[in-house]
T-cell receptor
Framework: NAGVTQTPKFQVLKTGQSMTLQCAQD?????MYWYRQDPGMGLRLIYY???????DKGEVPNGYNVSRLNKREFSLRLESAAPSQTSVYFC???????????FGPGTRLTVL | AQSVTQPDIHITVSEGASLELRCNYS??????LFWYVQSPGQGLQLLLK??????LVQGIKGFEAEFKRSQSSFNLRKPSVHWSDAAEYFC??????????????FGTGTRLQVFP
């Protein structure tokens, strides 16, 4: 039981490049989340998916898109990366929305 | 709007000393409250949670927290800190008005440093 996995662990992009962050959970959870963590700002919700087939914007959705591919997988896409998107990205899942959330190890993204 | 405030950005304690990390929330209804811990380079791990009932909740690693509605607080405590407790601690509140709420609002975190 791996819990929540994220790939890649590290990534460096140039401004304007695109990439997709992958997240998968093997706990049969309904809800999944993408957060970004920046120094002094805690975790801020980018997008979430309360159940398979639904996605909703969080606090900071601009510049991102998401896909809930199936119940297990929830990807985050940056279409045209900007330096302001340099951050650590965490994926999380929960059995019901806002119950205990289980977090992945994070992806550290640098945009030059 | 819902919000969470952790007034202490950085706390330093000696190993064996007691610890209290402060958390205040702003929320109109009965909140669902959480404390998470993040070790360097790691994801977040749940320490404890409050949904209802007894206002003093016990968590893992010897931590406890007390919900005080009158003070809108959910402070985290540990009677004797170990060097391995050095980490960043996040308080969070669940939004909405039922168990099936939408999302969590996190505080900005408190970094705990432990001296031997």
């Amino acid at each position: 039981n791996a819990g929540v996995t994220q790939t890649p662990k590290f990534q460096v992009l140039k401004t304007g490049q695109s990439m997709t962050l992958q997240c998968a959970q093997d706990m049969n959870h309904n809800s999944m989340y993408w957060y970004r963590q920046d120094p002094g700002m805690g975790l801020r919700l980018i997008y979430y998916s309360a159940s398979e087939g639904t996605t909703d914007k969080g606090e900071v959705p601009n510049g991102y898109n998401v896909s809930r591919l199936n119940k297990r997988e929830f990807s985050l896409r940056l279409e045209s990366a900007a330096p302001s998107q340099t951050s650590v990205y965490f994926c999380a899942s929960s059995e019901v929305a806002a119950a205990e959330q289980f977090f992945g190890p994070g992806t550290r993204l640098t945009v030059l | 709007a819902q919000s969470v405030t952790q007034p202490d950005i950085h706390i330093t304690v000696s190993e064996g000393a007691s610890l209290e990390l402060r958390c205040n929330y702003s929320y109109g209804a009965t909140p669902y409250l959480f404390w998470y811990v993040q070790s360097p380079g790691q994801g977040l791990q749940l320490l404890l949670k409050y949904f209802s009932g007894d206002t003093l909740v016990q968590g893992i690693k010897g931590f406890e927290a007390e919900f005080k509605r009158s003070q809108s607080s959910f402070n985290l405590r540990k009677p004797s800190v170990h060097w391995s407790d050095a980490a960043e601690y996040f308080c969070a509140v669940g939004t909405g008005n039922s168990y099936n709420t939408d999302k969590l609002i996190f505080g900005t975190g408190t970094r705990l440093q432990v001296f031997p």
